[in-house]
């Protein structure tokens, strides 16, 4: 059997982020409004100080205006929301993203809560989360709305597919599935609890793995001529002791069973800082009661809750 074709996360990505600046440009020229993000980052994670410094390289190449608030790691879950609540008050902010993980003695979900739903890019408001599944117009958590993207590069329709999310977390796993079910997909959570996760994941036309498991997917998880979409991101120590980046799907053993399938790096990573510029003009535009720019075709064809 041949190879399957592989996903180009960073080619999607790129035509994403210069749509995205377009509507910048748009907004700029005719309403004098430049959307602006900004970012709270706590403590020195090393993969959030990369994701942050790549999300601000980002705005400013898409000509969004970018904030940093960086707090120390011993900084209070109270200084944290009142920084949060200085951004919701702020007119030049129209996004507000809290990265995690935050530190353990913080409370994620009440620091997340804090960010106003208008201005919530992530998606993880309680109240973006209950519009997504109601299909009432949201803001969409981005690395869900990336893979539904990459997932409209393969399938023109996706009403019918049997769809399997591997992992039910609530950054990924859970919105995703409200996505997919809003694209008329049939789907299924797998999860540690799941009996003969394997067979489940078998019958799936798309299969979506994260569950942060490096390589737990193998070829005979997989449905000849499936797509399938690898959200994990795993450093795994080599034979000569260097690190190297893996996702949950065995790559080289999937590639030869699947249709399609993303690579890692290179697949649904690209999309999540593409899906938050989205996110950020998106919310500008709510606010100021302006209407949208048509800024993600593939999206809106997915009855996506966030373009109308």
């Known amino acids: 059997m041949s190879d399957g074709t592989v996903i180009d996360g960073q080619s999607v990505a790129a035509g994403l982020r210069q749509r995205v600046a377009a509507a910048v440009e748009q907004l700029r020229a005719r309403h004098g409004v ?5 970012a709270i980052i706590v403590g020195d994670d090393p993969a959030s100080q990369i994701y942050v410094r790549n999300k601000g390289r980002a705005c400013i190449a898409a000509g969004l205006a970018s904030f940093e608030h960086r707090l120390p790691a011993n ?6 929301i009142a920084v949060i609540k200085e951004l919701n008050r702020d007119e030049r902010v129209d996004g507000v993203l809290v990265q995690l993980p935050l530190p353990a003695a913080i ?6 809560g804090a960010v106003i739903p208008e201005k919530d890019v ?3 408001h309680p109240l973006n989360v209950g519009r997504l599944w109601s299909r009432q117009p949201s803001l969409v958590p981005c690395t869900p709305l990336g893979c539904v993207i990459l997932l409209r590069t393969v399938h023109a329709d996706l009403s019918g597919l049997e769809a399997v999310v591997l992992g039910r977390s609530q950054i990924v796993g859970r919105p995703l599935a409200a996505l997919l079910v809003a694209a008329d997909c049939t789907v299924t959570i797998v999860h540690s609890r799941s009996r003969d996760p394997r067979a489940i994941c078998r019958r799936a036309d798309i299969l979506i793995a994260a569950a942060g498991e490096p390589q737990m ?6 449905k000849p001529g499936a797509t399938v979409i690898d959200v994990g991101t795993n450093r ?3 034979s000569d002791g260097a690190g190297r980046l893996v996702g949950d799907v065995d790559y080289e053993l999937a590639r030869g069973v699947a249709g399609a399938i993303t690579p890692v ?4 990573g690209p999309m999540t800082i593409a899906c938050l510029l989205h996110n950020t003009v998106i919310a500008a535009c709510r606010r100021r009661g302006l209407p949208e720019p048509l800024v993600e075709a ?3 064809q997915a009855h996506v809750p966030l373009i109308r």
């Open 34 to 38: 430049t959307p602006g993000l900004a």
């Open 75 to 80: 900084g209070s879950e109270a200084a944290i």
């Open 107 to 112: 409370d994620a979900q009440r620091v997340l």
């Open 122 to 124: 992530d998606g993880f």
């Open 217 to 222: 997917v193998k070829g005979d998880w997989i």
């Open 236 to 238: 795994v120590v080599t």
């Open 265 to 268: 790096p290179g697949g649904v």
């Open 298 to 300: 593939e999206t809106r």
